[in-house]
């Protein structure tokens, strides 16, 4: 990756893609151990902490296995839309 006027980068498509980063969105930058870290502003600093509560929420619908990944996909997804963009 090259650097260009006034610091510029281009963060290639397959990782925007892969983030979920899109145009607009607001990245946090951070020297960590030497190294540039960036991330999106609406990546989830203790992801277990999203999943707290989510055994009351599956009950007892159908089957365990699929039901836990929907109520766990459905509350992240609620969780991370609450992130002001």
């Known amino acids: 990756m090259k ?3 006034k610091g510029k ?3 290639p498509l397959e990782i925007r893609e892969r983030l979920a980063i899109k145009e607009g969105d607001t990245l946090t930058l951070a ?6 870290v960036l991330s999106p502003e609406k990546t989830v ?4 902490e999203m ?3 989510l055994v009351r ?4 619908r159908g089957e365990p296995k699929n039901e836990a990944r929907k109520a766990a996909a ?12």
């Open 45 to 48: 600093a203790n992801p277990i």
């Open 3 to 5: 650097v260009l006027q």
């Open 51 to 53: 999943l707290s509560g």
């Open 57 to 60: 929420e599956i009950g007892g």
């Open 74 to 85: 459905m509350r992240i997804e609620k969780k991370t839309s609450r992130v002001a963009r």
């Open 9 to 11: 980068i281009t963060i």
């Open 31 to 36: 020297v960590r151990a030497g190294q540039l």
